[in-house]
């Protein structure tokens, strides 16, 4: 792979790990979660056909990268995500631990109609 150095290094490091495990496709995207210093990101991917369905994003919002930012962005993908006639998704959360703004993400696309599946074919 790569010598890891930094923060960021771990954190591609466990993406890239995370990524061998799950695939997003037309009928089941992959939610792939995003968040700097400054903004939240997003996306819907359908990784057999290479192309975003559907994003959404804090750009533009003037608002902190905080849990009540993360609230609003998750109702806000979901909304997004039902516009293209998406409803079911698998999480990727890019590397980032299952808590704080990337767990309220989840949660509140959750509480506005998205409903999460599991990365394993099999088990569906």
Do not use: W
Not at 3 to 13: A, E, G, M
Not at 75 to 94: P, Y
């Amino acid at each position: 792979m790569f010598k890891v150095k930094t923060k960021k290094d771990y954190r591609v490091r466990r993406h890239l790990r995370l990524r061998q495990k799950i695939r997003g496709t037309a009928e089941r995207p992959r939610m792939a979660i995003f968040i700097s210093n400054s903004y939240m990101y997003v996306q819907f991917v359908d990784d057999d056909a290479r192309n975003t369905l559907a994003c959404a994003t804090t750009l533009g919002m003037d608002a902190n990268p905080n849990m009540a930012t993360a609230k609003i962005l998750g109702e806000k993908a979901a909304e997004a995500a039902k516009a293209k006639g998406i409803v079911r998704v698998v999480v990727d959360r890019g590397g980032f631990a299952y808590h704080g703004r990337v767990k309220t993400i989840v949660e509140s696309a959750v509480a506005a109609g998205l409903s999460i599946t599991s990365k394993d074919k099999d088990k569906e």
